[in-house]
């Protein structure tokens, strides 16, 4: 995390106190201007951050002021990434592959079916899923197994161009960007619920899933979306924001990536 030298059981503690309250809201804390970067999924690792770097190609490894500290290049156009114990899995747009990075080793993850332009990739255990952008679907696979959840419309189970995907509590969230909402679904594939589709999102392009908290990153409409998992539209946050990418929350503090102005923004929670 970011500040490793707090406990896990303090980090857990300030997460329960403040995420109970209703009275707590996120506001806004720094804006960091990047360097040469055009960023489009954000994870963490240890006391950095990872930034895909789609204009350039990479990802880059910075501090929490901007500084590029390391960099992986030479992949082509990635996008929503994801760390899962060490190794990256990294979606290349223009490949239509998943790159699995391990120690500057690479490898590509077997799925049986033929991606275009693939946008997100979500690691839970043996369960990864894959937005699987032209398609129109979700690529879900499971140990050995491959299924495909989904099709091109605008009904339940129907995706129009999606761009995210996030696990939380055995349940995957789809960011189904063209059709401005969040669709729900169990760990089969299951369809469960949507949420956002009456709140005026105008381009559902990234998400998080944190501590019972669902963040949505509106692109056209330069919003974050925060809602309860059940479906409760909690707060909206605007300040700061030009074409908001990705989000990643971090115990009482979230960073969303700034494609429109190549920033970083900060926010910090407050009761």
């Known amino acids: 995390m970011i500040n490793r030298a707090i406990s896990v059981v303090v980090w857990i503690g300030i997460i ?94 077997q799925l049986g079916e033929q991606l275009d332009a693939p946008a997100a990739v979500a690691v839970d255990g043996n369960s990864i899923a894959v937005a699987d952008f032209y398609n129109h679907r979700i690529i879900l696979k499971q140990k050995e197994k491959t299924y495909i ?52 999102i105008q381009v559902a392009t990234g998400l998080t899933v944190v501590e019972g908290q669902l963040f949505v990153a509106d692109f056209d409409g330069n919003r974050i979306l925060i809602y309860h998992t059940n479906g409760e539209l909690q707060q909206i946050i605007t300040e700061g924001l030009n074409k908001p990418v990705d989000i990643l929350v971090l115990g009482n503090i979230f960073w969303v990536a700034n494609n429109g102005d190549g920033t970083l923004v900060k926010y910090e929670l407050s009761p």
């Open 16 to 109: 329960l106190i403040l995420g109970c309250s209703s009275s707590s809201k996120w506001f806004l804390q720094d804006k960091i201007y990047l360097t040469d970067i055009s960023p489009i999924g954000i994870a963490a690792d240890g006391g950095f951050l990872w930034l895909s770097d789609v204009a350039g190609n990479r990802l880059v490894k910075i501090d929490t002021i901007g500084e590029i500290q390391q960099e992986y290049k030479d992949i082509k156009r990635p996008m929503h990434f994801a760390i899962f114990q060490s190794k990256f899995y990294v979606p290349e747009y223009e490949t239509d592959k998943i790159v699995i990075l391990d120690n500057r080793e690479s490898q590509f993850l």
């Open 149 to 200: 959840i989904g099709k091109e419309g605008h009904h339940t189970n129907e995706f129009y161009y999606p761009t995210d995907v996030a696990w939380y509590k055995n349940q995957l969230y789809v960011a189904d960007a063209y059709n401005n909402r969040i669709q729900v679904f169990d760990k089969q594939g299951k369809y469960l619920k949507t949420i956002g589709e009456n709140d005026d």
